[in-house]
C-alpha cells in the first residue's frame, strides 16, 4: 500500500512513477478525497473544542447560581446538542470517505524504484548476466520433459486428469523421489545459506491475501473456500510474510531470513492456450520460497544477496541460467524492483522463468502493518520485505529431465542430487 501522505505531498513523482509501469493509474480522485477528507477532520476538530467548551461551561454557570433548567443552562445543552449532531454527521462523511480511499490506495500497485529499467512490457526487460554456457548440452534430439518423463514412467498427466482435471500432474516412483530430493536440496541449502525454515498453514485467510497484494486485485487467480473464508496459497510468499503481520518488531531482530517449502494453487487465469503440456505451468506446483523482513536502509543489498541464493542452487545443480531485471511495464504489483531467473530448457531452445526476487520496499508492511522499532529512537517504521523462489521444484524438474538427459534416452542425476536419491540415473 502506498503512502497517502507521499501521494499527496508529491503527486507529480508518485503519478510518473505509475504511468511508468504502463497502466492508467489516475491519483487525482484520491487527491480530492483526501483533501475533503482533511477539511472534514479540521471542521471536526474545531466542532469538537466547542462541544468540550460547552460541556465545561455548563456546569460552571450552575455552580455560579444558573438555574440547571433555566433559560441560560437549557440554551447551552441545546447549542452542546447540535454541536454533538454536527460532529456525528461528519463522523459519518469521514468514515464513506475513507472507505473510498482505502478502495483506491488498495487498487495502486508499489512505485517502481528509481533503478528499475524503464520499459512497456517484457520485451524490454534487460538481461544481466549468463551463467553455464558450457553446460547447455549439445544433443540436437533432445525430449521434451513431458515425453521423456512419460517414457521413463515417472510422470503421468492421463491420470492426474482423471483424479481432478487438466494442468495437474501426477509423479510416480522416480518421479516423486526426485521431486522430494530437490524440495529437500533446495531447503538444506537455504538453511545453511542462513534462512530459517517454516511450514506454514497453506490455507490462509482473506486478510492475509490482501496483505501481501494477492487481493483484491487477484482474486481470479485465486482457489477459494468460500464456506471458510479461506484460499489456497498460490505462494509461500504470502503466509511466511503474514507471520509478522500487526506486530511491531524490535529493530535488533532484523534481518530475519525464511524459507518455506509449500504446495502452491494457481488458477492460471488467462494463460489457456500455453504450457498446457508438462510442469511448467500448472494449478497445484510445489515451491521453496525466500523471504526477508529486513531495515529500509538494506533491502536492496539484500534483494542482491537473495538473487545470489536463487543463483546457488541453479550453479549447483549445473543447470544454465541467465539473470533478467524486469522493466517498469513488467513489474509484479507489489515489487519496487525484481529480477527473474530464466533457466535453459533445450527442448524448446529458449530460457523459461524458474525464479522470481524481489524488493517489495515497505508497501506489505503498510498493508500488513508490520512495523520495528529501533533501540534508543522514537516511534516506529515499516519494515521492507522480499521474497523469491529459491527454486520452483516442477520447473527444476523439468530442467534436469532436459539439460541431463542423455542420446540413449537415459537421464543423468545431478552429482548433487545423487545422496538423495541414492542413484546416478534414470
Given at each position: 500500500m502506498l503512502d497517502i501522505k507521499q501521494i499527496r505531498?508529491?503527486?507529480?513523482?508518485?503519478?510518473?512513477?505509475?504511468?511508468?509501469?504502463?497502466?492508467?493509474?489516475?491519483?487525482?480522485?484520491?487527491?480530492?478525497?483526501?483533501?475533503?477528507?482533511?477539511?472534514?477532520?479540521?471542521?471536526?476538530?474545531?466542532?469538537?473544542?466547542?462541544?468540550?467548551?460547552?460541556a465545561k461551561l455548563i456546569p460552571e454557570k450552575i455552580k455560579s447560581g444558573c438555574d440547571p433548567k433555566g433559560p441560560e443552562i437549557m440554551a447551552l445543552r441545546s447549542d452542546g446538542g447540535s454541536v454533538k449532531a454536527e460532529i456525528g454527521a461528519i463522523e459519518t462523511q469521514e468514515k464513506e470517505i475513507i472507505a473510498q480511499i482505502d478502495t483506491l490506495v488498495m487498487a495502486l500497485p508499489n512505485l517502481p524504484s528509481e533503478s528499475t529499467p524503464l520499459g512497456k512490457s517484457e520485451e524490454e526487460n534487460v538481461e544481466v548476466r549468463r551463467w553455464g554456457d558450457e553446460y547447455i548440452p549439445q544433443n540436437p534430439d533432445i525430449?521434451?520433459?513431458?515425453?521423456?518423463?512419460?517414457?521413463?514412467?515417472?510422470?503421468?498427466?492421463?491420470?492426474?486428469?482423471?483424479?481432478a482435471q487438466s494442468r495437474f500432474v501426477a509423479l510416480i516412483g522416480a518421479g516423486a523421489a526426485l521431486e522430494r530430493a530437490l524440495i529437500q536440496f533446495?531447503?538444506?541449502?537455504?538453511?545453511?545459506a542462513g534462512y530459517v525454515e517454516v511450514m506454514p498453514p497453506v490455507l490462509i485467510n482473506t486478510e492475509s491475501l490482501t496483505a501481501t497484494g494477492q487481493l483484491p486485485k487477484f482474486a481470479e487467480e485465486s482457489f477459494k473456500c468460500p464456506e471458510d473464508d479461506l484460499w489456497l496459497s498460490p505462494t509461500a510468499e504470502v503466509p511466511v510474510?503474514?507471520?509478522?503481520?500487526?506486530?511491531?518488531?524490535?529493530?535488533?531482530?532484523?534481518?530475519?531470513?525464511?524459507?518455506?517449502?509449500?504446495?502452491?494453487?494457481?488458477?492460471?487465469?488467462?494463460?489457456?492456450?500455453?504450457?498446457?503440456?508438462?510442469?511448467?505451468?500448472?494449478?497445484?506446483?510445489?515451491?521453496?520460497?525466500?523471504?526477508?523482513f529486513v531495515h529500509p536502509h538494506t533491502s536492496f543489498e539484500e534483494l542482491e544477496k537473495m538473487v545470489g541464493n536463487a543463483e546457488a542452487i541453479l550453479q549447483a545443480l549445473q543447470l544454465p541460467y541467465r539473470v533478467i531485471e524486469l522493466c517498469t511495464g513488467d513489474l509484479g504489483f507489489s515489487a519496487t524492483k525484481t529480477y527473474d531467473l530464466e533457466v535453459w530448457l533445450p527442448s524448446s531452445g529458449k530460457y523459461r522463468e524458474i525464479s522470481s526476487c524481489s524488493n517489495c520496499g515497505d508497501f506489505q508492511a503498510r498493508r500488513g502493518n508490520i512495523r520495528f522499532k529501533e533501540k534508543g529512537k522514537k516511534g516506529t517504521q515499516f519494515i521492507h520485505t522480499l521474497n523469491g523462489s529459491g527454486l520452483a521444484v516442477g520447473r527444476t524438474m523439468a530442467a534436469v529431465l532436459e539439460n541431463y538427459q542423455q542420446p540413449d534416452g537415459t537421464v543423468r542425476i545431478p552429482e548433487v542430487l545423487q545422496p538423495y536419491l541414492g542413484r546416478d540415473v534414470l
Open positions: 505531498e508529491n503527486p507529480q513523482l508518485v503519478q510518473e512513477r505509475l504511468n511508468s509501469r504502463g497502466n492508467n493509474y489516475d491519483i487525482q480522485p484520491l487527491l480530492e478525497l483526501n483533501q475533503k477528507q482533511r477539511e472534514l477532520e479540521a471542521q471536526r476538530t474545531q466542532l469538537q473544542a466547542r462541544s468540550n467548551e460547552i525430449l521434451p520433459h513431458w515425453e521423456i518423463g512419460e517414457k521413463l514412467g515417472i510422470l503421468n498427466t492421463e491420470r492426474a486428469v482423471k483424479i533446495m531447503l538444506t541449502r537455504q538453511i545453511a510474510t503474514n507471520l509478522y503481520r500487526g506486530e511491531i518488531l524490535s529493530g535488533e531482530e532484523l534481518p530475519i531470513y525464511h524459507c518455506a517449502y509449500t504446495p502452491c494453487f494457481r488458477r492460471e487465469a488467462g494463460s489457456y492456450g500455453r504450457d498446457m503440456r508438462g510442469l511448467i505451468r500448472l494449478h497445484q506446483f510445489n515451491k521453496v520460497e525466500l523471504v526477508k
